[in-house]
Structures are given as structure tokens and as C-alpha cells.
């Protein structure tokens, strides 16, 4: 089944923020996401975290790539994603629980662009 929402994680050096970061994403009350971590080349624990975490939910898929940027990462993600929506979170970055709902109950349109804080 296809997700409604694709979240994507670029991930660098960032085991000290991760597991907030993450943490968050699961705890959303729209369920119908996917979560996509790319590990951009992290010399940390980070991709170990992500790794951890895609074997205890089926929604987490992980890439692993040689450190490429932010904006690599990201495109490495879009060029994954199954979902309608595509959400942007960085790693050190936690979101509410209704994040995801607030979007998805937003009627923003297939070509629409939300912004949020």
C-alpha cells in the first residue's frame, strides 16, 4: 500500500539528536507515513541508529550513501519516496504529534507547497 506521506531524514553526524528527531516522527497520530533516513557518509553512530530503528518498524527505510550534502541526501529521498506528500525533517529537529495531520488535513492540493515552523 502506497503511504499518504513520505518524511525524509537526511542524517549527518547526528547521533547525539537522532533519536528525538525520530522518536517524534513515530509518535504521529496519522499513521499513514513512510520514513526514509539517508545516512550522508555519518562517521558517528548515526547510521547505526537508523539501521536500529528499520528493523523495529516496517514504515523506516534507510540509505546509506557516501557524504554527498544536505540537498544530495534529500534528493536521494524524493527520488524514493512512495508517498502523495513529501515532508522535509532535519535530524536535529523533533515535530509535533499532529504534524503530519495538520497536512494531510490541510487540502493543500497535489500541487500545493506548506511551509511549517
Not at 547521533?15 to 504521529?28: G, H, K, N, R
Not at 495531520?101 to 487540502?107: G, H, I, P, V, W
Request: aromatic letters at 6%.
Amino acid at each position: 500500500m502506497t503511504p499518504a506521506v513520505s518524511v525524509i531524514v537526511p542524517v549527518y553526524k547526528a547521533e547525539a539528536t537522532l533519536d528525538a528527531c525520530v522518536e517524534s516522527i513515530l509518535a504521529q497520530t496519522f499513521p499513514d507515513f513512510e520514513l526514509l533516513l539517508i545516512d550522508d557518509g555519518s562517521t558517528d553512530g548515526s547510521g547505526a541508529i537508523c539501521d536500529r530503528y528499520a528493523e523495529k518498524d516496517k514504515r523506516i527505510r534507510v540509505f546509506h550513501i557516501p557524504n554527498g550534502g544536505v540537498s544530495a541526501a534529500r534528493n536521494l529521498g524524493l527520488d524514493n519516496a512512495r508517498g502523495e506528500f513529501v515532508v522535509f525533517v532535519d535530524s536535529d529537529d523533533r515535530i509535533t504529534p499532529d504534524h503530519l495531520r495538520q497536512l494531510a488535513d490541510s487540502d493543500i492540493g497535489e500541487d500545493g507547497v506548506a511551509f511549517t515552523n
